[in-house]
């Protein structure tokens, strides 16, 4: 099946510092990807669709200068949380659809989703 | 994207079958119906996925009746491994295939040794 991968898989880093998380798609091509953030105990919250080769669009509330988002190939969107804080501390989850043309397993839609990232902020 | 509803929690003792209702009320003609199981920690992997009457694999099945207003995940015999965090999702393409879904807050299925 489709795997995605997420790199790393778990950072600390300082308050004030930027922290770039990537995902990548590793035996299809993702034209769009997902990025989700999920706090303990709770849903995952979507942040955002990364879409190859233009800009991302952002859910409502999330900081589109804060949290930036590149797509530059159909395998890798990365995901840049600039001068983090210690509220961003959370687990970030990205995910990718496979095209049309592509889709074999029989699911009419479907998103695979990466490992997860967990990010704390000191 | 149509909202959904799931019970919070779930007990089940191991080896019995567990069924998960999710209600959507509003779900669209082009929707899709997908379960994803989530382990702490970890992405949420894909069970499950329908539009009507019932779809079996290897792991549950789903139930859908026909109004499509609710559907039923179905895991036979679980066990300890089956603790995990259910979500339903409803929604078809936004264009060109690519799904933009909401999840809810999801069914935390304990199973009891």
């Known amino acids: 099946g489709a795997v995605v991968s997420q790199h790393p898989s778990w950072v600390i880093c300082k308050s004030g510092t930027s922290v770039k998380i990537e995902c990548r798609s590793l035996d299809f091509q993702a034209t769009t990807m997902f990025w989700y953030r999920q706090f303990p105990k709770q849903s995952l919250m979507l942040m955002a669709t990364?879409?190859?080769?233009?800009?991302?669009?952002?859910e409502q509330g999330v900081e589109k200068d804060k949290f930036l988002i590149n797509h530059a190939s159909l395998t890798l969107s990365t995901l840049t949380v600039t001068s983090a804080h210690p509220e961003d501390s959370s687990f970030y989850i990205c995910s990718a659809s496979q095209t049309s043309r592509q889709r074999t397993s029989g699911r009419v839609y479907e998103q695979y989703f990466g490992p997860g990232t967990r990010l704390t902020v000191t | 994207l149509a909202k959904t509803t799931q019970p919070i929690s779930m007990d089940s003792y191991e080896g019995q079958e567990v069924n998960i209702t999710c209600s959507h009320n509003?779900?669209?003609?082009?929707?899709?119906i997908t379960w994803y199981q989530q382990f702490p920690s970890q992405g949420p992997r894909f069970i499950i996925q329908g539009y009507k009457t019932k779809v079996t694999n290897e792991v549950a099945s789903l139930f859908i009746p026909a109004d499509r207003k609710s559907s039923t995940l179905s895991l036979p015999r679980v066990s300890l491994s089956d603790t995990a965090v259910y979500y339903c999702?409803?929604?078809?393409?936004?264009?060109?295939?690519?799904?933009?879904?909401?999840f809810g807050i999801g069914t935390k299925l304990q199973v009891i040794p």
């Open positions: 999702l409803v929604g078809a393409a936004l264009f060109g295939g690519y799904q933009k879904v909401t």
């Open positions: 509003n779900i669209a003609t082009n929707d899709y």
């Open positions: 990364s879409n190859e080769g233009s800009k991302a669009t952002y």
